[in-house]
């Protein structure tokens, strides 16, 4: 505006490095988890609402207002929470806007004021923050359950025409031009500026550092959900129940925490295990585990189990129990019903389980950055030191490729879903 247009306007305004500017990042990158969820539960809502609304003489806005506003609230408290999870969690946008946050500040208490007691007690804060969020969330939804005694049919959509239509196209291209279009444009420009100075051998290692790290722990949370979801679905006491939900903890807890507490578990770990390393080697080092890559896999099972898990369950859910029941009293045993059975039907869901964990764990920052063995870096971390030295145009590559695993992993998801349509 400055200079092509001759306009005068003050930089401040356009100052995207501030607290304002980091709301704005959170909002484009984050409003799919609340607009995913309540787009598939409105899905599954009854015609009838709306045909009823519209005989009771409501126009369109009063009927978003009193009728899908309020059927919606659980499904978008639901979003809401994992959004606010998510924020809580970050440390990448917030270190690197300048923000003080609680990961930031358990960061630099440890590693550059070496401080690991306030650390501990900023990670307890952050902590009741989390169950604070979520018993919150438990309250606001309250009991309120919306449930069809009849055959739900499903809603009709409405094709726009004229004006409405071409509204509707922009507001929704507008979103995804800020959060996707113009990000990956401006990565892909930097990128063809940058790419001789950055794709070399040592890139390759980190691209392969990051694949083989989510994957081994990808497989491992994998496995992990399908004993836990089999039992759970076998054994329907309370001690399965409980099981359940345990998987979900993980996620709800922010890295930075989670970070803190695998270190202390592993250290002292690591202290009862010194006869062991002794033993076999007599020159072994204490911190054995605490030194290697199985302290950032095991905090990898912690953090992300729920998401495999929540796809195994669902698929297990889908399954039942008849051709369980059914091949046991063919003769077959617990193991091969489970093998010639139940995995050809569980596919889907692992394969939809397993694209979605592999994301997460390809992106994620602040348990690699705390948990991983000196001189080893993923694709993000390295994105994440480039941005923090100001080398902006050197971190486009790393981040494509993560958009890239990103889009595939979704492509997956489509074709799956239309597969399971069919």
């Excluded at 002292?268 to 890559?293: F, R």
């Amino acid at each position: 505006m400055r200079n092509d247009l001759g306009i005068q306007v003050s930089p401040k305004y356009f100052d995207i490095m501030s607290i304002y500017g980091a709301v704005f990042i959170f909002t484009m990158v984050l409003f799919p988890y609340v607009y995913m969820i309540t787009r598939v539960f409105l899905e599954k809502q009854s015609a009838s609402l709306i045909e009823n609304a519209k005989l009771l003489g409501k126009n369109s806005f009063e009927i978003f207002v009193y009728v899908i506003l309020p059927i919606s609230r659980g499904a978008i408290l639901g979003g809401a929470t994992l959004v606010s999870l998510e924020v809580l969690n970050d440390y990448g946008v917030a270190a690197h806007f300048g923000v003080q946050t609680f990961s930031t500040a358990i960061f630099k208490t440890w590693f550059a004021m070496g401080d690991i007691d306030s650390a501990l007690k900023l990670a307890a804060i952050l902590m009741f923050s989390v169950f604070g969020i979520v018993l919150l969330e438990k309250i606001l939804r309250g009991k309120k359950k919306y449930n069809f005694t009849s055959k739900v049919r499903p809603i009709v959509r409405k094709q726009l025409k004229g004006t409405l239509a071409s509204l509707a196209v922009f507001i929704c291209f507008i979103f995804f031009s800020f959060g996707f279009i113009i990000p990956t444009l401006q990565l892909l420009h930097w990128s063809v500026l940058t790419y001789k100075k950055t794709l070399n051998i040592y890139f390759i290692q980190l691209m392969f550092n990051s694949v083989w790290v989510a994957f081994v722990a990808t497989l491992l949370i994998i496995m992990i959900s399908i004993v836990i979801a089999n039992f759970c679905r076998m054994e329907g006491t309370w001690f399965s129940k409980l099981t359940s939900k345990l998987t979900l903890v993980g996620y709800s807890i922010p890295g930075a925490v989670i970070a803190i507490g695998v270190i202390l578990f592993i250290i002292q770990l690591d202290h009862k295990l010194q006869w062991l390393y002794k033993m076999i080697d007599p020159d072994s080092i204490t911190l054995v585990l605490g030194t290697s890559i199985i302290m950032l896999l095991f905090a990898y099972v912690i953090r992300f189990l729920a998401v495999g898990y929540q796809a195994v369950e669902s698929g297990f859910e889908k399954v039942g129990k008849k051709f369980f029941e059914a091949s046991r009293m063919l003769g077959k045993n617990v193991t091969q019903t489970f093998f010639q059975v139940d995995f050809p039907m569980l596919k889907p869901a692992i394969i939809s389980g397993f694209a979605l964990t592999f994301v997460d764990i390809m992106k994620e920052l602040p348990l690699t950055l705390i948990l991983r063995p000196y001189n080893f870096n993923t694709l993000a971390t390295k994105s994440y030191e480039y941005a923090n030295n100001e080398m902006i145009h050197e971190a486009s590559i790393a981040s494509l490729i993560i958009i890239l695993v990103s889009l595939c992993a979704i492509y997956l998801l489509y074709i799956l879903g239309d597969k399971e349509k069919v």
